[in-house]
């Protein structure tokens, strides 16, 4: 550290090199980057870079709610168009209190509400337009969601977010729409006033924008003043349609929200950052210190952030600035941002939600998980029931700290985050001993980010066994909080060692706890001869919750019973020994070991494709023939050419089927070529064609998944042709990872 006063003498103004704690570091949550800047001053201004208070807040919820609510609740959809009648928001009860219990039970902190998805219908009685709840049956047309749901946060006390789309489709695609009308960018007052309906709160705003910005800004100006405090504010990136080059004057949003809502945060801005997926999923490394080419506080639009290392040193040597921009993981409860239906639609298991939970709140991220209302107004009873028994296996984890009575670190054992042990290059590790022997799988490691930033970069915790050091785990980053899980391990002493930092990492807590290990989750596969296996699920993120490689599990202890008649799995289900063919239908599948069983894994298998062929289509690129459309490998894929405005495919069943449904596996590889809109076409002959049905998947790229179309009525046949009409992205081709047909 001596050196770093020669070294740095210019950053002064900025940092101190003296890092006892009665001095602390000077940090700010954006720090520029100089032209005489080197390498090392970098990493030194990078660990100098801290959360702001709010963005620290809202690290300390955790984990939080995500609600999907609206038209498309009502038509099914992932998407809507902003044509929706308003009387389709038929919704005859609403228990907002059924919401904020479970959430409770859940320890989740905090909710964010949709109250204008990108259909443009708003949830609250606004007084800037007549597209929402106020032109519904609900409650005559008094109804307001949002009032209803501020008051059970209170009484439940629960902290409240919205979620404002940007995109606004009523707003584009209706006569007087103000989205991309071209309006002339003025001077505007807001909130703008409207006869009868005043403002309690009289602060006003004049800004230069036009007239969509004007309607967002008085909108968020009831949002923010008329609904008690605001805690998260959360901007969509995504767009289904875009028009007239509509820009958003977001400096304009932030100087608003600051002043109305000083303890929010925003998502999608300078604030929060997405994760980079919809399926949960956090990084091994989470680094929130994130560089940037301009300053993010003068940005009106911020990129997504998808790369698998964002912050590393290589990353932050290229910034100009470098900023505190943390993430949030979200993903939904059921498949799908919105409630469809009760049978059709999976909800994750507990111990999915659970797994998810500890990477990412363990992860130096946020959990945002959504539970989406179903149209009686309430959460379903699966949800609910995955709901609390997450919230009990984090209750019964992580209540019961075992390293309570260790010595050895105190200002780090004290579960006080406000105390830390500051370690330095003599000190580099912690040595903890507890009065009795512990059994533990998982250790929680906290640095104090908001007074030191995040600068740990890889550590490892050691156990001392049979009169040695024994290495348990080991990760990278730290930051606000890492879970670490491993096979547990019984001892009275254990060492946490810092392999790697920027600067001296202080670290807040350490705590230890044990999570009792159930039987792993089982996935589900099926090959090209109609062979079904189960595996212990893995994920793209790897899965290893226990910190072992569960598979052995399999020999060791667990037996997997499964069922092919859609009912659930029991003790005296047929057992599972080898791969067993089935041509269609739901499989079921549940592991057991002495005296728990894990959580149901099922799959609707489509009709084998053994026998199918590809009679033709429009053309394909490179190697991604049609063939591999029908293969059951969902890494291979069609990809069409770009020519022409929509493309095909035609596929011979082997014989006339009678199917209820389509499934639709787009390629993952980039974010090309998924089939938003299309058509379903039959044949007698595999040669002329009649269309049977046309489907729609919306919100295809930011979320990947398998889709299911299910046909108005059974189609019968033996030849399919599988038509794009539009491609998500305004792309061009169209390409399919994998293509099943549903009895
Ligand atoms: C996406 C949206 O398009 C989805 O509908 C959903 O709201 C998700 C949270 O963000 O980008």
């Keep these: 550290m001596k050196k770093c006063l020669g070294l740095f003498v210019f950053l002064l103004s900025i940092v101190s090199c003296n890092t006892s704690k009665e001095e602390l570091p000077k940090t700010s949550s954006t720090i520029a980057i100089d032209a005489d800047d080197t390498k090392d001053s970098i990493i030194y201004k990078a660990a100098h870079v801290v959360p702001t208070k709010n963005q620290y807040e809202a690290l300390k919820n955790e984990y939080i709610a995500f609600i999907h609510f609206g038209p498309n609740t009502f038509t099914r959809m992932e998407w809507g168009n902003g044509m929706e009648d308003p009387k389709i928001f038929d919704l005859k009860n609403l228990d907002t209190d059924q919401w904020c219990k479970a959430m409770k039970d859940a320890q989740m902190k905090m909710v964010v509400i949709t109250v204008k998805h990108h259909d443009g219908f708003v949830l609250w009685q606004s007084r800037y337009t007549k597209h929402g709840i106020m032109s519904s049956g609900f409650k005559d047309g008094k109804g307001d969601v949002l009032k209803e749901l501020s008051a059970s946060c209170q009484k439940y006390g629960l902290k409240l977010g919205v979620y404002l789309s940007p995109a606004d489709l009523y707003q584009i695609e209706n006569k007087e729409g103000l989205y991309g009308n071209l309006s002339k960018y003025t001077d505007r007052e807001i909130p703008r006033k409207v006869e009868g309906r005043p403002f309690k709160n009289k602060t006003t705003f004049t800004f230069n924008v036009d007239d969509y910005n004007e309607y967002f800004l008085n909108q968020l100006f009831e949002l923010l003043t008329e609904y008690g405090p605001i805690h998260e504010v959360w901007f969509d990136g995504a767009h289904p349609k875009r028009k007239g080059g509509q820009k958003y004057n977001y400096i304009a949003w932030k100087k608003l929200i600051s ?85 059709k639609q999976k909800v994750r298991s507990a111990d999915d939600v659970f797994d998810m939970y500890e990477r990412s ?168 001869d109609g062979l079904v296996s189960f595996q212990p699920k893995k994920d793209d993120f790897g899965w290893k919750p226990h910190g072992e490689d569960v598979s052995k599990n399999i020999n060791s202890g667990i037996e997997i019973r499964y069922t092919t008649d859609g009912s659930t799995p029991t003790k005296t289900s047929q057992i599972y020994k080898e791969p067993f063919l089935v041509y269609s239908g739901e499989v ?33 690129t490179s190697t991604h023939v049609g063939e591999f459309a029908i293969d059951e490998n969902p890494t291979t894929f069609w990809m069409s050419d770009e020519k022409g405005k929509s493309h095909f495919i035609e596929i011979d069943l082997g014989k006339e089927e009678t199917l209820k449904a389509f499934g639709y596996t787009p390629q993952t590889k980039n974010s090309n070529g998924m089939i938003e809109q299309g058509v379903i076409k039959v044949s007698n002959n595999g040669k002329s064609w009649k269309t049977f049905e046309n489907f729609e998947f919306g919100n295809l790229i930011n979320d990947p998944t398998p889709r299911t179309h299910y046909f108005k009525k059974p189609m019968k046949t033996r030849f399919v042709r599988i038509e794009s009409k539009t491609i998500a992205g305004s792309k061009k081709q169209a390409s399919i990872a994998e293509l099943n047909f549903f009895k």
Aim: hydrophobic share 35%; proline share 3%; aromatic share 10%.
């Design 361 to 528: 709140v363990g992860g130096n991220s946020t959990f945002l998980l959504n539970i989406p209302p179903n149209r009686e107004g309430k959460f379903s009873p699966e949800d609910v029931r995955v709901l609390e028994e997450v919230g009990e296996r984090i209750k019964e984890t992580y209540s019961t700290n075992l390293f309570a009575d260790a010595s050895g670190a105190e200002d780090a054992l004290d579960n006080n985050t406000t105390t830390y042990e500051l370690l330095n290059s003599d000190k580099k590790e912690i040595i903890i001993e507890t009065k009795n022997n512990v059994t533990i799988n998982r250790i929680i490691l906290q640095e104090a980010i908001d007074k030191y930033s995040e600068r740990v970069e890889k550590h490892a915790v050691d156990a001392w066994v049979n009169n040695a050091w024994k290495e348990i785990v080991s990760a990278t980053n730290i930051g606000y909080k890492r879970i670490l899980r491993f096979p547990e391990v019984t001892s009275n002493k254990f060492r946490v060692r810092v392999l790697e930092s920027r600067l001296s990492p202080a670290i807040s807590i350490i705590s230890a706890h044990y999570y009792k290990t159930r039987p792993p989750q089982l996935s589900i596969t099926r090959n090209l």
């Design 588 to 620: 079921k599948a549940l592991a057991f070991s002495k005296d728990e069983k894990g959580s149901v894994a099922s799959k609707e298998i489509g009709i084998l494709k053994k026998k199918w062929k590809v009679l033709n289509e429009d053309s394909w």
């Design 259 to 343: 002043t109305l809502a000083p303890e929010a945060v925003i998502f999608g801005k300078q604030d929060i950052r997405w994760c980079g997926n919809e399926a949960g999923g956090t990084r091994d490394t989470e680094w929130n210190i994130i560089p940037y080419e301009n300053n993010p506080h003068e940005m009106n639009s911020f990129a997504d952030i998808t790369g698998k290392d964002i912050g590393s040193r290589e990353k932050l040597y290229d910034a100009n600035f470098l900023h505190y921009q943390q993430a949030e993981t979200n993903t939904s409860i059921r498949e799908g941002w919105f409630y469809r239906d009760e049978d």
